[in-house]
Protein backbone atom coordinates (compact mmCIF):
# COMPACT_ATOMS: atom_id res chain seq x y z
CA UNK A 1 0.00 0.00 0.00
CA UNK A 2 1.35 3.49 -0.77
CA UNK A 3 0.38 6.70 0.57
CA UNK A 4 0.35 10.10 -0.37
CA UNK A 5 1.23 12.84 1.48
CA UNK A 6 -1.29 15.58 0.72
CA UNK A 7 0.33 18.17 2.87
CA UNK A 8 3.01 19.96 1.48
CA UNK A 9 6.06 20.94 3.46
CA UNK A 10 6.11 24.90 3.12
CA UNK A 11 8.70 26.51 1.35
CA UNK A 12 12.36 27.28 2.48
CA UNK A 13 10.87 30.27 5.00
CA UNK A 14 13.08 33.11 5.07
CA UNK A 15 13.67 35.20 8.29
CA UNK A 16 11.99 38.20 8.46
CA UNK A 17 14.20 41.30 8.69
CA UNK A 18 14.42 42.70 12.12
CA UNK A 19 15.22 46.81 13.48
CA UNK A 20 16.64 49.06 10.73
CA UNK A 21 19.65 50.35 12.29
CA UNK A 22 20.61 52.42 9.71
CA UNK A 23 17.22 54.13 10.18
CA UNK A 24 17.27 54.39 13.71
CA UNK A 25 20.09 54.94 15.09
CA UNK A 26 21.50 56.53 11.66
CA UNK A 27 24.76 58.79 13.37
CA UNK A 28 26.59 55.56 14.83
CA UNK A 29 25.52 53.66 11.65
CA UNK A 30 26.73 56.85 9.73
CA UNK A 31 30.37 56.55 11.73
CA UNK A 32 30.56 53.15 11.10
CA UNK A 33 30.10 53.73 7.60
CA UNK A 34 32.82 56.12 8.16
CA UNK A 35 35.82 54.07 9.56
CA UNK A 36 34.74 51.48 6.80
CA UNK A 37 35.88 54.04 3.91
CA UNK A 38 39.05 55.16 5.88
CA UNK A 39 39.39 51.26 5.81
CA UNK A 40 38.56 50.80 2.55
CA UNK A 41 41.09 53.83 1.65
CA UNK A 42 43.74 52.87 3.29
CA UNK A 43 46.19 51.87 0.61
CA UNK A 44 45.46 47.68 1.14
CA UNK A 45 44.77 46.22 -2.23
CA UNK A 46 41.35 46.15 -3.14
CA UNK A 47 41.06 42.76 -4.23
CA UNK A 48 42.78 41.28 -0.59
CA UNK A 49 40.21 43.70 1.08
CA UNK A 50 37.05 41.72 -0.97
CA UNK A 51 39.06 38.21 -0.33
CA UNK A 52 38.60 38.68 3.52
CA UNK A 53 35.63 40.41 3.92
CA UNK A 54 33.76 38.14 1.89
CA UNK A 55 36.17 35.14 4.19
CA UNK A 56 34.33 36.69 7.24
CA UNK A 57 31.07 36.95 5.72
CA UNK A 58 31.47 33.51 5.31
CA UNK A 59 32.56 32.38 8.76
CA UNK A 60 30.16 35.07 10.04
CA UNK A 61 27.08 33.44 7.93
CA UNK A 62 26.25 36.85 6.93
CA UNK A 63 24.48 36.25 3.75
CA UNK A 64 23.87 39.44 2.72
CA UNK A 65 27.73 40.81 2.77
CA UNK A 66 28.69 37.42 1.00
CA UNK A 67 26.16 38.69 -2.15
CA UNK A 68 27.62 42.19 -1.50
CA UNK A 69 31.11 41.34 -1.83
CA UNK A 70 31.21 38.95 -4.42
CA UNK A 71 29.72 40.72 -6.26
CA UNK A 72 32.14 43.86 -5.52
CA UNK A 73 34.76 41.22 -5.85
CA UNK A 74 33.78 39.78 -9.57
CA UNK A 75 32.85 43.86 -10.31
CA UNK A 76 36.62 44.59 -9.76
CA UNK A 77 37.80 41.54 -12.04
CA UNK A 78 38.13 38.49 -9.33
CA UNK A 79 37.88 35.36 -10.84
CA UNK A 80 35.21 33.09 -10.31
CA UNK A 81 37.29 29.95 -9.45
CA UNK A 82 39.57 31.57 -6.49
CA UNK A 83 35.95 33.00 -5.59
CA UNK A 84 34.45 29.63 -5.48
CA UNK A 85 37.62 28.26 -3.78
CA UNK A 86 37.43 30.82 -0.85
CA UNK A 87 35.96 28.36 1.67
CA UNK A 88 38.62 26.05 1.30
CA UNK A 89 41.47 27.98 0.47
CA UNK A 90 43.84 26.48 2.52
CA UNK A 91 43.42 23.56 0.03
CA UNK A 92 44.42 25.08 -3.45
CA UNK A 93 47.27 26.78 -4.93
CA UNK A 94 45.09 29.80 -6.21
CA UNK A 95 46.04 32.25 -3.24
CA UNK A 96 49.28 33.79 -2.72
CA UNK A 97 51.79 33.55 0.45
CA UNK A 98 50.16 37.04 1.19
CA UNK A 99 46.34 36.41 0.53
CA UNK A 100 46.93 33.01 2.45
CA UNK A 101 47.95 35.31 5.69
CA UNK A 102 45.48 37.69 5.34
CA UNK A 103 42.66 34.96 5.46
CA UNK A 104 44.70 32.69 8.14
CA UNK A 105 44.31 36.54 9.80
CA UNK A 106 40.85 36.89 9.25
CA UNK A 107 39.93 33.51 10.56
CA UNK A 108 41.67 33.72 13.41
CA UNK A 109 40.16 37.53 14.16
CA UNK A 110 36.87 36.41 13.26
CA UNK A 111 36.61 32.90 15.71
CA UNK A 112 38.74 34.15 18.39
CA UNK A 113 39.39 31.43 20.50
CA UNK A 114 39.68 31.89 24.33
CA UNK A 115 43.60 31.48 23.94
CA UNK A 116 43.52 34.71 21.33
CA UNK A 117 45.06 35.30 17.85
CA UNK A 118 48.11 32.73 17.93
CA UNK A 119 51.61 33.95 17.72
CA UNK A 120 52.13 31.63 14.90
CA UNK A 121 48.72 33.04 13.05
CA UNK A 122 50.19 36.56 14.05
CA UNK A 123 53.77 36.20 12.92
CA UNK A 124 52.87 34.63 9.31
CA UNK A 125 50.85 37.47 9.15
CA UNK A 126 53.70 39.77 9.98
CA UNK A 127 56.00 38.24 7.53
CA UNK A 128 54.15 39.49 4.99
CA UNK A 129 52.07 42.84 6.06
CA UNK A 130 54.73 45.46 7.37
CA UNK A 131 53.23 46.80 10.45
CA UNK A 132 51.18 49.56 9.23
CA UNK A 133 49.61 47.69 6.66
CA UNK A 134 49.06 44.73 9.61
CA UNK A 135 47.48 47.00 11.37
CA UNK A 136 45.58 48.08 8.37
CA UNK A 137 44.31 44.72 7.60
CA UNK A 138 43.48 44.05 11.51
CA UNK A 139 40.72 47.22 10.78
CA UNK A 140 39.59 45.50 7.89
CA UNK A 141 39.02 42.88 9.38
CA UNK A 142 37.52 44.13 12.42
CA UNK A 143 35.19 46.40 10.29
CA UNK A 144 33.90 43.65 7.96
CA UNK A 145 33.07 41.16 11.36
CA UNK A 146 31.39 44.73 12.94
CA UNK A 147 29.59 44.95 9.68
CA UNK A 148 28.41 40.99 9.63
CA UNK A 149 27.22 41.62 12.86
CA UNK A 150 25.03 43.69 11.77
CA UNK A 151 23.91 41.85 8.45
CA UNK A 152 23.18 38.87 10.79
CA UNK A 153 21.46 40.46 13.81
CA UNK A 154 18.98 42.73 11.73
CA UNK A 155 18.48 39.93 9.09
CA UNK A 156 19.55 41.64 6.32
CA UNK A 157 18.11 40.00 2.78
CA UNK A 158 20.79 39.82 -0.31
CA UNK A 159 19.76 40.10 -3.40
CA UNK A 160 19.27 43.71 -4.35
CA UNK A 161 22.88 44.70 -3.46
CA UNK A 162 24.48 47.05 -6.88
CA UNK A 163 27.80 47.91 -6.89
CA UNK A 164 27.03 51.38 -8.43
CA UNK A 165 24.42 51.96 -6.02
CA UNK A 166 27.22 51.66 -3.01
Same mark, same amino acid.
Given at each position: ?25 ? %???? &???? +?????? *????? /???? =? ?52 ? %???? &???? +?????? *????? /???? =? ?39
Amino acid at each position: MTTTNTTSAPATTRPQARVNLKKHTA %EMYR &ALGE +LDGVVA *GSGLE /APLL =ELVRIRASQINGCAFCVDMHTIDARAAGEREQRLYALTVWHETPFFTDRERAAL %ELTE &AITL +LPQSGV *GDEVY /ARAA =EQFGEEELSKLIWAIIMINAWNRIGVTSRLVPGNYHPSAH
